[in-house]
């Protein structure tokens, strides 16, 4: 399935919005029917494409965030003041919607059940959306591989998607979710930045050989890789997706 999604020639094709909701102070978790979606791997992401009026266009990236298993194809979406499409997606976009998408894209962070583990899912931001999928993924398909993660956003209300985090912590992925900018009021949350002490305390060890996943803005993805190979992680058991 996945291989020939990835050899066929990309199209666009026109996606309808099923539900765009909230799922964090800045981002949105939108629903959509996709007519003749190849399927996906977790981990790949879409172009997705708007027309104003004039014929102006503008494109973007998104992690599908849903996992194979299910028919819709979800992307969250984060909010950013003055983008090109974040703002109509999360704004303006309502159920019954069309939008242009062109997809799956990508090989090379995917993560499958048959990929097996350990495996260790390190996100910034809204980088947390690949990992989404890569979760349910593991989740529906009944993947034995050993997970854990380790999420960073900036306050308690910015943490995409609490609730499903907080489920698949609860059926046994090691999950450390730490914010940078605000205590949690429960003080379940850790509260300080992704540094190698961090790291090196909840990271799967170098002796476990574990497949690692790195997804979030620029800085945070170079500084977390470079960190990772300090610890003695090989460059190649580290795969990265880095915007902004």
Same mark, same amino acid.
């Given at each position: 399935?996945?291989?020939t999604?990835?050899?066929?020639?990309?199209?666009?094709?026109?996606?309808?919005v099923?539900?765009?909701? +909230?799922?964090?102070?800045?981002? @949105?978790?939108?629903?959509l *029917?996709?007519?003749?979606?190849?399927?996906? @791997?977790p981990?790949?992401?879409?172009?997705?494409?708007?027309?104003?009026?004039?014929?102006?266009?503008?494109?973007?990236?998104?992690?599908?965030?849903?996992? $194979?298993?299910?028919?819709?194809?979800?992307?969250v979406?984060?909010?950013?003041?003055?983008?090109?499409?974040?703002?109509?997606?999360t704004?303006?976009?309502?159920? #019954?919607?069309?939008?242009?998408?062109?997809?799956?894209?990508?090989?090379?962070?995917?993560?499958?059940?048959?990929?097996? #583990? +350990?495996?260790?899912?390190?996100?910034?931001?809204?980088g947390?959306?690949?990992?989404?999928?890569?979760l349910?993924?593991?989740?529906?398909?009944?993947?034995?591989?050993?997970?854990r993660?380790?999420y960073?956003a900036?306050?308690?209300?910015?943490?995409?998607?609490?609730?499903?985090?907080?489920?698949?912590?609860?059926?046994?992925?090691?999950?450390?979710?730490t914010l940078?900018?605000?205590a949690s009021p429960?003080?379940?949350?850790?509260?300080r930045?992704?540094?190698?002490?961090l790291?090196? *305390?909840?990271?799967? +060890?170098? $002796?476990? @050989? $574990?497949?690692?996943?790195?997804?979030? $803005?620029?800085?945070f993805?170079?500084?977390?890789?470079?960190?990772?190979?300090?610890l003695?992680?090989? +460059?190649?058991?580290?795969r990265?997706?880095?915007?902004?």
């Open positions: 399935m996945a291989g999604a990835l050899r066929r020639r990309l199209i666009w094709q026109i996606a309808t099923i539900t765009n909701r +909230p799922v964090s102070d800045a981002a @949105r978790r939108v629903t *029917d996709v007519a003749d979606w190849p399927g996906h @791997r981990g790949q992401h879409v172009d997705v494409r708007l027309t104003a009026p004039d014929g102006y266009q503008a494109q973007r990236s998104y992690s599908v965030a849903s996992a $194979p298993e299910r028919p819709q194809v979800d992307l979406v984060q909010r950013v003041a003055g983008g090109e499409v974040s703002p109509y997606l704004d303006e976009l309502r159920d #019954g919607d069309q939008i242009e998408l062109r997809g799956p894209i990508g090989g090379y962070f995917v993560w499958h059940s048959t990929s097996g #583990g +350990p495996v260790q899912l390190i996100a910034g931001g809204s947390i959306a690949p990992f989404l999928a890569m349910e993924h593991h989740e529906a398909s009944g993947s034995t591989a050993a997970l993660l380790l960073s900036r306050t308690p209300s910015a943490v995409i998607d609490a609730h499903r985090l907080d489920a698949h912590a609860r059926r046994g992925v090691a999950t450390t979710i940078t900018r605000a429960d003080g379940v949350r850790r509260r930045r992704v540094d190698a002490q790291l090196a *305390d909840v990271v799967w +060890p170098v $002796p476990a @050989r $574990p497949q690692i996943f790195v997804c979030g $803005p620029t800085t993805v170079e500084s977390v890789a470079n960190d990772l190979v300090g003695g992680h090989t +460059p190649a058991s580290i990265t997706e880095r915007f902004g």
